[in-house]
């Protein structure tokens, strides 16, 4: 019997044909009912196309229903399964699976979850992932723009060709999706997508993708995850809730700049990091290391901070397991990992995300809420919940899938305020007339809550006086861990940068933010922020002469480590880098061979060893018990003392001269009667010191001062900082 084959109409094959096909999976593939069933296929390479069954025999030939490349055929009732034999038009054959035979991948709970912007996983479903359909192996392609009027997976295993591999719409959610047999790992693509006019846009990398290609390409390529973790211990002491009763001294880092290779032009890779830096950070005795972004941008001068795949790990570094490699090496270490995470903003870059399907899908369509003037850069509409639930779903898959230990949220004042650096009239403001990102502030509180419920940490870098950022959601909070305490950063380096002959008239700059102090929970940062754009270095803002600088600065991280907070530093800073930090060469490893240098790198070793071995200094961080001022009113010498308090009262006290007189027979006020010992001199000649405090343990007389019963006398070094224990 022979089957009538149903037609199309002139307008189907040329939509076929110019890739224009709203709806390929309505043409291409099997279709009809038992007794009646047929096969269409797009094959514009082709000259004859043969049916083949499952085991490769061939059954019939295809009639050429239009000379531009649609084939089309009767099927044998029998038949289920059956694959395509194409003879090109250059003389080569191969043997291909039709796409279009091939049933959705996506469950009804998947779809609706999506839609619903509220999938736990979004990184499982969108994106490309290999894996098996009917029992073949190949890739499931699914994107999200539901304002496209037509999307293509292209690449490599197509030819670029957007007529090949046109994706079916699910219209409830606008999820775009296929599944193409045969491709796998390495296969680099990119999506095509017209516009709802039918206008060709630029061609867009995956938003979900977990690897790139580098600049100028720009295409996604498909990844597998073939890593075995090592780091089980360390995962099962993980918490829900955060232990801010711990040490953390954080060791902030630019992986393209912290070191290079002989040839100093060479990046390290995840691997070489994977020995290189985690041998170091062990040896310095930071708690953990803090990663600047190492989610793919396309521009090296952002350092990161303007990232076009949230989900794709930065290539220029190597592979996505490569990166898990790190990670589990420094977690083996006992190191925790933080990792810098950008939801304020993304770049302008025609592959990323703006104007996704010809829309303003990701940001506001009004430049007054969806643009950065300042940086060039467009911002997320966080009144959209899949825009939610693709940055959420990104935090969430470094944490889960990179053992990512906490994120440092990037620019979170620009996402609070709808006015950040913006004139009147230039701005939107919210329903009830005033400033805040209302939309903004429900995106952090459920981004918080679901990063603490996959126990991880927080961290906000937030520079304005909003209330309650690190508390938590349901006592009014934003809900982070932690926030950087911009203001103590600012308020201390203006002091140090003083002469000391004026300091006396900016006492109050190091006792500031101790009137603040346990308002929220406090990471001290000397940031990478802090040695770039003309501002120096750290050993450069200090004053005198180089004897002077390195006094000045040991003086100030002992200071700095003894105050109420958790500690960052950035590289370079813990051996007095004297040049401003620069993204694109190496740090001065060189000035190692130099003793002021290498004194500042082994007391930055001892502070970070001291501190870690004393609860008194990190125990009650933020709270007001933990502290305790001996003196903070004596401007005249610049002369700073107080006491830290562990939970089980045991004590550490910190004194500061913040001149370079040497201060004898000083009395020094203590809580307790006994012998005290000096844990710590930032003096000391193996720092590169004068080591003017004379060796020996300090017994207490009976003599008040400062309205304590009993105190010592002692000799404050010049520009330096002591810390005292007692026995």
Request: glycine share 10%; proline share 6%; charged share 20%.
């Amino acid at each position: 019997m022979t089957v009538e084959l149903p037609s199309l109409d002139q307008t189907e094959y040329q939509a076929l044909l110019g890739g224009r096909h709203s709806n390929p999976f309505a043409v291409l593939g099997p279709h009809g009912a038992a007794g009646n069933r047929w096969v269409r296929t797009l094959q514009p390479q082709a000259q004859q196309v043969d049916l083949l069954d499952r085991k490769g025999k061939f059954l019939k030939t295809f009639e050429a229903s239009h000379a531009a490349g649609i084939f089309e055929t009767s099927l044998p009732a029998r038949l289920r399964t059956y694959r395509l034999r194409l003879t090109n038009r250059d003389g080569s054959q191969s043997i291909i699976e039709d796409p279009y035979r091939f049933p959705s991948l996506f469950g009804e709970l998947d779809l609706h979850l999506l839609s619903e912007g509220a999938h736990a996983e979004l990184y499982r479903k969108l994106g490309a992932h290999v894996q098996g359909n009917l029992g073949v192996q190949g890739t499931v392609f699914s994107v999200w723009a539901p304002n496209a009027s037509r999307v293509s997976v292209i690449g490599d295993f197509n030819g670029w060709d957007g007529r090949m591999h046109v994706m079916r719409l699910h219209p409830g959610n606008g999820i775009w999706e296929i599944f193409v047999p045969a491709v796998g790992p390495g296969c680099h693509y990119k999506f095509e997508l017209l516009d709802r006019t039918g206008r060709l846009l630029p061609f867009k990398s995956d938003p979900v993708g977990a690897y790139h290609e580098a600049p100028p390409g720009n295409a996604s390529v498909v990844a597998v995850s073939r890593y075995t973790w090592l780091d089980d211990t360390w995962m099962q002491r993980r918490s829900m809730v955060p232990e801010l009763d711990q040490p953390m001294a954080i060791y902030e880092v630019h992986l393209g700049s912290w070191r290079r290779k002989a040839d100093g032009e060479q990046l390290l890779s995840y691997r070489d990091l994977a020995d290189q830096l985690v041998d170091y950070v062990q040896d310095m005795a930071f708690t953990h290391v803090e990663f600047m972004p190492v989610t793919e941008h396309p521009f090296d001068g952002s350092w990161g901070y303007q990232p076009v795949g949230l989900y794709a790990a930065a290539q220029r570094y190597g592979s996505p397991d490569e990166l898990r490699l790190l990670v589990d090496k420094l977690h083996q270490a006992g190191i925790g990992v933080i990792m810098d995470w950008v939801p304020a903003h993304f770049p302008r870059d025609e592959h990323g995300l703006g104007c996704f399907d010809g829309t303003a899908l990701y940001e506001h369509a009004d430049p007054r809420r969806g643009a950065h003037e300042d940086w060039g850069t467009l911002i997320y509409n966080y009144g959209r919940r899949e825009v939610v639930n693709y940055l959420v779903g990104s935090a969430l898959y470094w944490i889960r899938e990179f053992h990512v230990d906490a994120l440092r949220v990037d620019a979170v004042a620009s996402m609070l305020y709808l006015d950040y650096s913006r004139e009147p009239g230039e701005w939107l403001p919210n329903q009830h007339g005033g400033n805040e990102n209302l939309e903004a502030v429900t995106f952090l509180h459920k981004l918080n809550q679901q990063v603490h419920l996959a126990g991880a940490s927080s961290h906000a870098e937030e520079s304005t006086s909003w209330t309650g950022v690190s508390r938590p959601v349901e006592a009014g909070g934003l809900g982070f861990t932690c926030k950087w305490n911009m203001g103590w950063m600012n308020d201390t380096l203006a002091y140090m940068s003083e002469e000391p002959v004026n300091r006396k008239y900016h006492h109050h700059k190091m006792t500031f933010g101790l009137v603040y102090a346990y308002t929220e929970n406090f990471i001290l940062p000397l940031s990478h922020d802090e040695v770039v754009h003309g501002k120096g270095s750290l050993i450069g803002r200090m004053p005198g002469d180089d004897w002077q600088r390195f006094a000045n600065l040991r003086a100030y991280y002992a200071y700095m480590y003894a105050h109420p907070g958790k500690k960052l530093l950035f590289m370079g800073g813990e051996f007095a880098q004297w040049s401003e930090w620069s993204h694109q060469r190496s740090l001065d490893w060189h000035l190692l061979e130099y003793a002021p240098h290498s004194g500042m790198q082994s007391l930055i070793r001892q502070l970070n060893r001291c501190y870690r071995e004393t609860p008194a200094l990190y125990q009650k961080d933020f709270d007001a018990g933990g502290f305790d001022w001996i003196d903070c009113d004596d401007a005249q010498h610049s002369i700073y003392a107080w006491l830290r308090r562990a939970h089980n009262g045991k004590i550490l006290v910190c004194v500061c001269n913040f001149t370079p007189v040497v201060r004898k027979a000083y009395r020094l006020g203590l809580p307790q009667a006994g012998r005290y010992r000096i844990v710590l001199d930032t003096d000391a000649t193996g720092f590169g010191g004068s080591g003017v405090v004379p060796r020996g343990d300090l017994e207490t007389q009976p003599i008040s001062a400062h309205g304590r019963s009993h105190s010592v006398e002692l000799t404050l070094p010049p520009l330096a900082t002591l810390w005292l224990q007692p026995e």
